[in-house]
């Protein structure tokens, strides 16, 4: 079996609707994926509609944004929860309210500088999506200030730009703490990818197995072979599953669908650590 447990759709910063993701997945040969949208659940009846049709399995997923106490971006991939879980739901309701006041503030800043209004951010999103860098990345791109997005996150949307803003997120403890009260299964994306910023040390990682983190994504395309080797070793030491997906986000990024993939064994064991009710669908 061909599994990604990465992706995202439209309903977060993906290009595709939830059901063309599911059908690229289809096509691209996988026989599962999971659909992991940022802080949102809004794609999964559309995904599971597709995935009935594609003949295609889906995994249930999201993306937590969480936040260290010394500020380094942490995300934490869910899967199988309960996405009616009261204190999670506030969690995510509160991430989305304060990326959209972050995302206006930073628009206004660059709007100093650069042609681009908040109009044009609303434009590159569809309906209900969480909006984010992404979408400010789309606008600048279709304004001609950058050529890409990965050009627009290196120069002016990174964490060390003076155009960024910080946004509320939830401690990745805390993360962990949500998802597995919610009755899901929590896995550390990318953990050691310090292209993407700074990178937890591995007390923090600790400290999340504690809370019950089930694994890390090691096989992730952000990772180099010492960061590989460095969250196998850890995954190792500490129990966890080691996970691999693409993190696709369709047109937005380079990465592709079933570039990095897990095992089948280890969905057979989040499958088994779920609690919460929600299956994995299958055609």
Request: aromatic content about 4%; proline content about 6%.
């Amino acid at each position: 079996m061909r599994i990604d447990l990465h992706t995202h759709s439209f309903a977060s910063d993906g290009t595709e609707s939830p059901g063309d993701l599911v059908r690229a997945a289809a096509t691209a040969g996988l026989d599962a994926v999971a659909l992991t949208d940022h802080d949102t659940t809004q794609g999964w009846a559309e995904a599971a509609r597709a995935a009935r049709e594609a003949g295609i399995a889906l995994v249930p997923g999201i993306e937590v944004s969480t936040r260290t106490d010394d500020g380094i971006s942490v995300h934490v991939l869910g899967y199988l929860f309960d996405p009616a879980e009261p204190a999670l739901l506030a969690e995510l309701d509160a991430s989305r309210e304060s990326r959209v006041g972050r995302a206006r503030t930073m628009v206004d800043r660059l709007a100093q500088d650069y042609p681009i209004t908040w109009d044009d951010v609303l434009a590159q999103a569809s309906e209900g999506a969480t909006i984010g860098r992404p979408h400010i990345a789309d606008a600048l791109v279709a304004n001609g200030v950058v050529p890409d997005r990965s050009a627009a996150f290196a120069d002016l949307l990174h964490s060390r730009s003076r155009y960024h803003v910080p946004h509320y997120a939830p401690h990745p403890v805390e993360a962990v703490r949500l998802l597995r009260r919610a009755g899901g299964v929590a896995v550390m994306a990318h953990p050691f990818a310090a292209q993407r910023g700074r990178v937890v040390a591995d007390p923090v990682v600790e400290e999340m197995a504690a809370a019950g983190l089930a694994g890390l994504e090691a096989n992730h395309r952000d990772h180099d072979e010492p960061a590989r080797s460095h969250a196998l070793d850890l995954a190792n030491r500490l129990g966890l599953l080691v996970t691999g997906s693409s993190d696709y986000h369709g047109t937005g990024k380079p990465n592709r669908l079933g570039e990095n993939l897990t095992e089948p064994a280890v969905l057979e064991q989040i499958e088994a650590l779920a609690s919460s009710g929600t299956s994995i669908v299958r055609p």
